[in-house]
């Protein structure tokens, strides 16, 4: 299959709900290849890597969605993602990223680990509830949605009432970050970012009245300085984005993560009796069934990468999850092994990009799957989980469990100390 026909395939519904086999087709042809005229295809884990750290490489800006995109700025979905740092370059991107980076920090990440074990056994404990009879739950409304959006609406300032409306706001945004969309599907995405714009404008609105220590308030600060730091369109955009990415990823990797280990018993079984190695498997599952993806990057000038010439002006897809899955970085590519030694998945991008929020998603989930293992031994698939049709953000619509009898003494969380180690 030549590589335009491989990325028809991989833009159908069922590439999209399994590509990997669709990534193999592409690799045939190399670790980049030509798609089309000036648009290119990156599979190989050290040319995406590569891409994504090269400073000749950017993100889609205003010009290229004037051409390609005609009428965007009446899109309120494409209009907010474009003036987060999601969508801009330096100076610009850096600029906005130092003002969000410190609630980010190693140091505040580790202390919110006591918040995210006693979140974790809350949610346990209404799974245990619910599922008593044997009825089945899913996990994606009881545990992997509920988790990330409570620890990232805590860092925002988000009331907890409130954190049952996103779901849908961010699931109708989020569409605008597929490889195609169709004009419902922008139609939608429109009425969440609207959705989701309306009701940061009033958080704003709240804590410039009465400000308090969470990163709206520090954010709204960086506005009110004469509006230097942070626009007005900068504040709600990266507001949006902020919340957005801080729970659809690693609700993805939980759902994603939970049905690798129940598929695998043996390793679920070292992982409930040694939760310290959980910093490992949760880096094997990034790179094994990878939350995000694809992303993708514009040339500014001649480059060459993977033995192929890229001119100034060349579009590339690069994709993440064929990355992570490239046999000349990762022997045996299609097995989930924890014991892997050197997993550096590129799930969460490389260079300046680099998701701003990934330790507070692994952190997540290096206390999430323990608990869940070790709370409820018999926590088992209740049918066919539904993934969601859906390219860039991989992850499960539903995803019925059984949870089982619960241990008869829960461990209340990880160790507080437990560092990476090597099962």
Known sequence: MDPADALAELLSPSGRVNPYPVYELLRAHGPVTSAGPVFF????????DAILRDPRFGVLDDALRDQFLPGWRESPAVLSISRSMLRTN???????????????????????????VAQADELIDGMLARGRDGDPVDFMDDF?????????????????ADRGLFRRWAGELTGVLEPEISPAELAMADRGATELRDYFTELVAARRRTPTDDLTSALVQA??????????DELLANLVVLLVAGFETTTNLLGNGLVVLLQHPREAAALREHPEFAPGYVDELLRYDSPVQLTSR?????????????????????SLGAANRDPRRYPEPERFDPWRPQIHPLSFGAGPHYCLGAGLARLEAQVAFPQLLRRLPGLALAGEPERRVRLTLRGYATLPVTVGDPAPEPDRGTPAGAARATP
């Open 41 to 48: 295809v990156a599979t190989g884990y050290e040319e995406v």
């Open 144 to 160: 992997a949605y509920p988790l990330p959006v409570g620890v990232i609406c805590a860092l925002l300032g988000v009331p907890t």
């Open 90 to 116: 330096p100076p610009d991107h850096s600029r906005m990223r130092r003002l969000a980076a410190g609630a980010f920090t190693p140091r505040r990440i580790a202390a919110m680990r006591d918040v995210v």
């Open 298 to 318: 514009l040339s500014t000038e001649s480059s060459r990468h993977g033995g192929v010439d890229l001119p100034a002006g060349s579009w590339l897809m690069l």
């Open 223 to 232: 506005h009110e300085t004469g509006g230097a730091r942070l626009s007005g």
